[in-house]
């Protein structure tokens, strides 16, 4: 009776929780509460809690990956050969970060591992391979004695992506691999769980430009074309991404990690998805979860900025009314952004061609089912994938770390210098300009469409019951959305992201 | 493939030294390059929309004129019949449509349904008590009959 008890209890998931998981579940419940009882973009923050949710539980079939070829991860000469054929791989059931190299793993636990043998934390027989790769330099590593075999430090550890039988284990001691090589093969019937085939839509950057799609359907740019000088309040907000970039290089990451660092303060989430996957995929997780959670906490961060920044006399501003821009005025101007922007930063074009696309499937008045589609449905069925594929990123081990927590730290600092470079340049144009703007739609220069519009509306109309600012404030709002796409291309362009 | 998962050597590879001589000039040129092309955006937006007010401006003033020939030739057609004999029609029917306030909504309301293109108001009439009769047949449907 007692053994029974035991071995449902051992059969149970509560042994696989620990102090990382109960922090991520207090994480969950805020941002739960966020969306749920304070409305902050509940349609992003509740799938990406309640992904958060699962990322902290013992689930199956959930983020599983398929057996499949095992890889080189770089080219070098194995030096230590663990799989053998007909063996059987098992994973613990709470996915964690790995360590991947001889110099960064216990050497009891090494031990253990190089003799096939389990490790709680590690499961059993996932322990692959070990290489030595080609050194990059001329340093010598620590020499590391682990059951009388002789590592280097620097020695990379190859571990089983997934749980399955080895079929095949094609190297050997001493022969020498290349990167990206096949050097074994696991199977299984289990071919992956739900998610992970989800998140090849963020890996292959299909989801990004598809919700662009349908952010291009929804997008109104009659405010921004019947007062083309808010694309220069969109511009200026972009200091944002480049101040954040500035502050990350100085943290010691390097460019590419930077730059998809700083493009948080752009507001966009689905660019921010892009690039970090292009430049620094490493980081996508904590950059996506950084983009969303902040987008998401427009109203919280921009309005003190916004008060601090401006005068009662200058929230009070009322501006000129908006002409009514004609459809053939839409559509020439969709095109022209299309081409202009895709002949000067060829890498931003999935992001520039499927906004403008869906633009042009809103304004051209006889794609009505496509258009209903862009708005709804697609962007519907896209934002739960991206949402919860986000969300489901966020295990303890993964997000309680030092460098995520940087991340979030630049991550507002990017969006509160975006914010305040908005309404900076608004207060420049109104040295010059006699009609004049009101500097809070200068805030909604961060994409956050239409969130940080709304927020320029609810300031003014703190300062001033009858003046709306919404439509004014929608002029900026979606030149942030060119102006941060145009940033994503530049940082492409500089710093190459290669597939 | 990528791993959506970082590990410690990515991470370690991320947070790598900075490249600082680049690091200025990268930040100097990407914001002013932002900013360049999107005040050229600007400025060729300003450009076709001063093209296309200019043509809805000629399109209105074409309408104008129209809409005079159209006034005279109506004023000649009706013989000795003055301009001031018009309004009679609308005389005839709603002391309402004269309510300034009443004329603006009509006008918007008109402007909905045509569009950019020139038009003007000329006349309104009332259609006689019909709204009266929606209204209660609004209310008639609002109710389910068992």
């Not at chain 1, 050969?81 to 059931?93: F, M, Q, R």
């Not at chain 1, 987008?295 to 009662?312: C, G, S, W």
């Not at chain 2, 006034?71 to 300034?100: F, N």
Request: charge should be neutral; include cysteine; glycine fraction near 10%.
């Amino acid at each position: 009776m007692t053994e029974l008890l035991q071995q449902l209890y051992s059969n149970t998931g509560f042994g696989y929780i620990d102090w990382r998981m109960l922090v991520m579940w207090a994480v969950v419940v805020v941002l739960l509460y966020l969306a749920v009882y304070k409305k902050f973009e509940p349609l992003l923050l509740v799938p990406i809690a309640f992904g958060a949710i699962l990322a902290n539980l013992p689930t199956q079939g959930i983020v599983n990956k398929p057996a499949s070829l095992v890889r080189s991860p770089d080219s070098g000469q194995i030096v230590s050969v663990i799989a053998e054929a007909g063996k059987s791989v098992y994973l613990p059931a709470v996915e964690r970060v790995l360590p991947m190299t001889v110099g960064a793993i216990e050497p009891e636990l090494l031990g253990t591992l190089l003799q096939g043998g389990a490790v709680p934390k590690y499961g059993e027989g996932s322990l692959l391979y070990v290489l030595r790769p080609i050194p990059a330099d001329s340093s010598v590593p620590e020499s590391i004695t682990v059951n009388q075999q002789s590592f280097q430090s620097t020695d990379q550890l190859i571990w089983a992506e997934a749980e399955g039988r080895i079929v095949d284990s094609a190297v050997s001691v001493g022969q020498s691999v290349v990167k990206g090589q096949s050097i074994g093969e696991l199977h299984s019937d289990h071919t992956g769980g739900l998610f992970y085939y989800i998140q090849m839509g963020i890996l292959l950057e299909i989801f990004p430009p598809l919700i662009f799609l349908g952010v291009g359907a929804l997008t109104d740019f009659g405010p921004l074309i019947a007062n083309p000088r808010m694309l220069l309040l969109g511009a200026a907000a972009q200091f944002g991404v480049f101040g954040t970039f500035l502050g990350a290089q100085l943290l010691g990451f390097s460019s590419q990690a930077s730059g998809a660092i700083g493009i948080i303060g752009g507001a966009d989430g689905p660019t921010s998805i892009f690039l970090a996957n292009a430049l620094a995929p490493e980081l996508l997780a904590p950059i996506a979860v950084a983009a969303y959670s902040y987008m998401a906490l427009v109203p919280v961060i921009q309005p003190p900025i916004m008060r601090a920044l401006t005068t009662k006399e200058e929230r009070k501003i009322r501006m000129k009314s908006l002409r009514p821009v004609g459809r053939l005025e839409k559509l020439v101007f969709g095109v022209i952004v299309t081409v202009a922007c895709i002949l000067l930063v060829p890498p931003a074009s999935p992001l520039i061609g499927m906004l403008m696309l869906g633009n042009f499937l809103r304004e051209c008045k006889v794609t009505e089912r496509l258009n209903k589609s862009a708005q709804n449905e697609l962007i519907n069925i896209i934002t739960i994938f991206l949402g919860v594929s986000v969300g489901i990123t966020m295990t303890g081990d993964r997000f309680l770390r030092g460098e995520t927590l940087g991340i979030l730290v630049l991550g507002v600092a990017a969006f509160a210098l975006a914010t305040a470079s908005g309404i900076l340049m608004a207060k420049l144009m109104n040295v010059f300009s006699k009609n004049k703007i009101n500097p809070l739609i200068g805030s909604a220069g961060v994409s956050a469409v239409p969130m940080a519009a709304r927020v320029s509306q609810v300031e003014g109309q703190k300062a001033d019951p009858g003046n709306f600012l919404l439509m004014h404030a929608m002029g900026p709002n979606v030149a942030g959305v060119i102006g941060t796409a145009l940033v994503a291309g530049f940082f492409l362009t500089m710093f190459g992201g290669v597939h | 493939m990528y791993e959506l998962f970082p590990s410690p050597i990515h991470l370690a590879q991320a947070a790598a030294l900075p490249d600082a001589p680049s690091t200025v000039s990268v930040v100097v040129v990407g914001f002013l390059f932002v900013i360049l092309v999107l005040a050229l955006l600007a400025a060729v937006t300003s450009a076709i929309g001063a093209f296309f007010i200019k043509s809805a401006a000629r399109d209105a003033a074409k309408a104008a004129v129209a809409a005079e020939k159209a006034a005279e030739a109506s004023a000649r057609a009706a013989g000795h019949a003055t301009l001031a004999d018009a309004p009679a029609v609308s005389r005839q029917t709603d002391a309402d449509a004269e309510d300034p306030a009443l004329l603006a909504v009509i006008a918007a309301a008109v402007h909905m349904v045509i569009g950019d293109r020139a038009h003007r108001v000329i006349s309104v009439r009332s259609a006689g008590p019909g709204w009266a009769q929606e209204g209660r047949r609004q209310i008639f449907s609002s109710h389910r009959m068992r």
